[in-house]
């Protein structure tokens, strides 16, 4: 089962080390992982999707308490959250093919960023079962190159993830 | 008031004062040289130690015993990676320790300089936090924080590294009165209903037993511990880091669990249907096979570490909090007008009488006599302990009465903890006889601290149960390879006696059973620093044992 963590760290040098060492020392495996600053600069804000059953999920939250520059644990559940990840794709095209990733474009509401005359790159923000749809659908015109974005996540209406530790 | 301008290494000294130190065990070298400099003409006792392993040692020594932060000093790069086996043993034992570590020059940082490492890296994982100093204004705050986190919460060691620059860099010096931690809050009180519960549940029990270990010795819960077992009227066993927390001569108490625990606490562990488990943490050594253990029992687990509730064992009642604090409220709750556990208590007698722990009782010269007659002689001592067979018989054959009184290293199990830690417990308790209950297998491993304690006049005693070998792999190996003794045979190596005379120190010998309490009274007496060679019997075994992987109370049977 996997579980995404919205993690607040103090925004310092090695913070992130420390967090991802965790992980890899008690035998956590981390799928995705993406950081970036909050609102308030010196928070930062780290979502990793860790898979798991519930007693791992438990010793995970309490272990990364335990960090003193971890802020916050807070497991984001999958209903009642927005999720987001973002892709880069190139896809290479011609003449006879152009239209019809057009096309696919157009259908996943994604965007083309790049035109060339053999490709074109393709921005695409959406959940991750989205992101594999659309993969799919173009692999068959040759994806030269793809970078994915780890998952971002925000708990639906007014529920926030505070840097109030309890 | 202006703040007093200084250097970062004097700001180092000024933090320090502050934090009430009196001692600090290091080993200088090239990026210490301006803190160095300022502990010449401090009001700090510098211990110059033989290997910075022993500053480390002696500074978790000096912790166990008085309950206050030891702080260790080491030089950049191999200084520091000397300290790691030190840093992890008092990690692992949750011991409060500071390490302070030189660095180079910050400009160097990253270029593989000489003599750089990055400590701050490798200490990560044993570690409770570290700091690598940026700027030196930062000083005043960074000691107040590692002060802070190592001595509150579950302890712990905590790593300041300090480039050589920041230390010779102008600082105005204030030293705050609190700290700011977000991230840090740890619970002392626990939670009420909580403990209501867990009365309800105590009250109620047939065969309750207290299971008990580091935890009641960090917090000084000593007192409140025999009050409530004196109340429930239930048995108590000790982990090996919480033997003294109860005394060993106590009615109710059972001694050790575990793989060489009593076969009688094991048992009662296994029959019990109340665990009351105080500052454990169900380690392996404890448990044995964890599906085979304490089957029939619910379990209330009192921790302040919330991450040690339910990693191991399931748990019925869950409690977080300081111990003292925990078993204080629970003390209030816990109203007994009959105690239900007579039967319990009976049954437990009688395997106590029937399988008492014991060894043969001949002529020969046996290590298990030796720590009767330590304990018998020098009833009051501060024990400490290397590791393997000579930690194991320390901790069966001593009769512990004192919190503070039994010293080792139980969740690394580190050899040549012993005697750098006995330093370090003596000058911490100068008043108290010290006694490291080595083999002559791990006291090899930090014996050049012999000139340690020359120097520095401390006069701590080094019992050697030597028996030539390295008693528990070959134990491991006569039970489980066949006798095949590989690579564990330390015969004739050294003459102990010799080398302590060589160093200074005080040599005495025992190669028969009379000989040893006039050895023992000697060493007493002489206040000096002592070693004295027991040359007991060669392949003497630990019983009993819980084979590795087996249920606890599937005990092989060695006596």
């Known amino acids: 089962m996997k579980h995404t963590l919205a993690i607040l760290v103090e925004n310092k040098p090695g913070v992130l080390t420390r967090v991802a060492g965790l992980f890899s020392r008690r035998g956590f495996n981390i799928e995705s992982l993406a950081v970036g600053v909050t609102e308030n600069l010196d928070i930062s804000r780290i979502t990793i999707v860790v898979s798991g059953d519930d007693n791992i999920l438990e010793q995970v939250e309490k272990q990364l308490n335990k960090l003193i520059d971890v802020i916050r644990v807070s497991d984001i559940p999958a209903q009642d959250s927005v999720n987001r990840e973002l892709a880069l794709i190139k896809v290479g095209v011609d003449s006879t093919t152009r239209a019809e990733v057009m096309q696919i474009v157009d259908i996943f509401r994604a965007k083309i960023v790049d035109v060339g005359i053999k490709s074109l790159v393709i921005e695409v923000t959406g959940d991750e079962s989205k992101i594999n749809a659309i993969e799919q659908l173009l692999r068959q015109f040759g994806i030269r190159e793809m970078v994915r974005t780890g998952k971002i996540a925000m708990n639906r209406g007014a529920k926030v993830v505070q840097s109030e530790k309890r | 008031m202006t703040k007093p301008k200084m250097s970062g290494a004097r700001a180092v000294i000024e933090s320090l004062y502050c934090e009430n ?29 033989r290997h910075e392993q022993a500053a ?35 990690y692992m034992d949750s ?14 940082i990253g270029y593989d300089a000489f003599q750089e490492a990055n400590i701050t890296g490798i200490t990560l994982p044993i570690t409770k936090h570290n700091y690598l100093v940026q700027d030196a204004k930062d000083i005043p705050n960074i000691f107040k924080e590692a002060f802070y986190i190592a001595q509150t919460g579950r302890q712990g060691p905590v790593l300041i590294d300090i480039p050589k620059d920041t230390q010779i860099d102008t600082i105005d010096f204030e030293y705050p009165a609190e700290v700011k931690l977000r991230g840090y809050k740890p619970t002392y009180t626990g939670n009420e209903q909580q403990i209501k519960k867990a009365a309800s549940l105590i009250v109620k029990a047939e065969k309750p037993i207290f299971y008990v270990g580091g935890g009641i010795i960090f917090s000084n819960a000593t007192e409140e511990l025999r009050t409530l077992a004196e109340t429930v009227m239930a048995p108590v066993t000790t982990t090996l880091m919480g033997m003294s927390a109860f005394p060993t001569a106590h009615p109710l108490s059972v001694g050790m669990l575990g793989m060489h625990g009593t076969r009688y606490a094991n048992y009662a562990i296994q029959e019990s249907d109340l665990i009351i488990a105080v500052g454990v943490r169900f380690d392996d050594r404890v448990t044995g096979k964890i599906s085979a253990f304490a089957p029939n029992a ?4 009192m921790d302040i570490d919330p991450a040690e509730i339910s990693k191991n064992v399931r748990v019925d009642i869950p409690i977080v909090g300081d111990a003292k604090n925990v078993l204080k409220s629970l003390i209030k709750y816990v109203k007994i007008e ?10 437990i007698n009688e395997w106590k009488k029937e399988y008492p722990l014991t ?80 083999g002559d297998g791990s006291f090899q491993m930090n014996s050049q601290e012999l000139a340690t304690v020359v120097q520095n006049d401390i006069p701590v005693i080094v019992a050697i149960l030597n028996n030539g070998f390295l008693g528990m792999v070959r134990q491991w190996q006569e039970l489980f390879f066949n006798r095949r003794y590989s690579a564990t045979c330390l015969k004739d190596s050294v003459d102990f006696v010799k080398l302590a005379e060589a160093y200074g120190a005080l040599g005495l010998r025992a190669t028969r059973k009379s ?45």
Not at chain 2, 66 to 77: D, E, I, N, P, R
Not at chain 2, 298 to 301: G, R, T
Not at chain 2, 390 to 411: D, E, H, K, L
Not at chain 2, 520 to 542: G, H, K
Request: with cysteine; glycine share 8%.
């Open chain 2, 298 to 301: 619910k379990i209330i687990h």
């Open chain 2, 515 to 559: 000989e040893v309490k006039d050895v023992i009274e000697e060493a007493v007496r002489s206040e000096r620093p002592t070693v004295i060679d027991f040359v007991v019997e060669r392949e003497e075994n630990v019983a009993p044992m819980v084979p590795a992987g087996a249920a606890i109370n599937e005990i092989l049977d060695l006596e």
């Open chain 2, 21 to 49: 130190v009196e001692v600090i065990f290091g080993y200088p070298g090239g990026t210490v040289l301006p803190l160095y400099d300022e502990l010449y003409d401090a009001n700090i006792r510098h211990i110059l130690v």
């Open chain 2, 359 to 438: 060894y043969k009782k001949d002529n020969l010269l046996r290590p298990q006599y030796v720590v009767e007659q330590i304990s018998e002689i020098c009833p009051d001592a501060i024990i400490v302990t290397e590791v393997g067979q000579n930690q194991m018989w320390a901790a069966q054959f001593f009769n512990y009465r004192n919190p503070r009184t039994f010293i080792s290293s139980g969740g690394l199990g580190t050899m040549g903890y012993g005697f750098p830690a006995s330093i370090g417990a003596k000058v911490g308790k100068p008043e108290c006889t010290v006694i490291d209950i080595s």
């Open chain 2, 95 to 108: 011991v409060p320790m500071i390490a302070i570590t030189g660095q180079v020059p910050r400009s160097l």
């Open chain 2, 338 to 347: 009959q105690a239900k556990t007579d039967a319990w208590i009976k049954k």
């Open chain 2, 56 to 90: 480390a040692h002696a500074a978790d020594g000096y912790a166990r015993a008085t309950g206050k932060a030891g702080v260790c000093l080491a030089t950049s790069g191999p200084g520091a990676t000397n300290l790691v086996t030190g840093i992890a043993t008092a």
